[in-house]
């Protein structure tokens, strides 16, 4: 753990700068983390909502269950820690989470007025 001396008042202002920035995840891990934001299984909260300055994002990632747990691939590491992303990639899950409940819900939506019965058991010719 790195310690800042607390009368090193200019130390402790760079290091604040830098928690408000955030930083990016690597270009698989954000790929990882699209995917399960996706899903639904991102959790994002701005890093400081009342600091109009700071921009950075706090992310948190549960693991997939399910066919999920299975199908996808992701680094133990994701599910270890509370992420702090920058504002470009916080931004980008941001839609990438809304995209994923949109199109979620409209396969559910078509599920639900889907008729299985007449597609396999329905010929067309009066049978």
């Not at 009342?50 to 066919?67: F, H, N, S, V």
Request: aromatic share 8%.
């Amino acid at each position: 753990m790195k310690t800042i001396s607390v009368t090193d008042v200019g130390q402790l202002k760079n290091e604040l700068a830098k928690y408000k920035k955030g930083k990016k995840l690597e270009i698989r891990q954000f790929n990882q983390a699209a995917r399960l934001a996706w899903l639904g299984l991102a959790v994002l909260s701005p890093l400081d909502p009342e600091d109009p300055d700071c921009r950075a994002w706090l992310l948190y990632l549960q693991r997939p269950t399910g066919l999920a747990e299975h199908v996808l691939l992701a680094d133990e590491e994701l599910f270890l820690h509370i992420h702090m992303v920058d504002a470009e990639q916080g931004e980008a899950l941001v839609r990438i989470i809304e995209q994923g409940v949109k199109e979620r819900a409209a396969q559910l939506d078509e599920l639900n007025r889907r008729d299985f019965y007449f597609t396999h058991f329905y010929r067309g010719d009066g049978t």
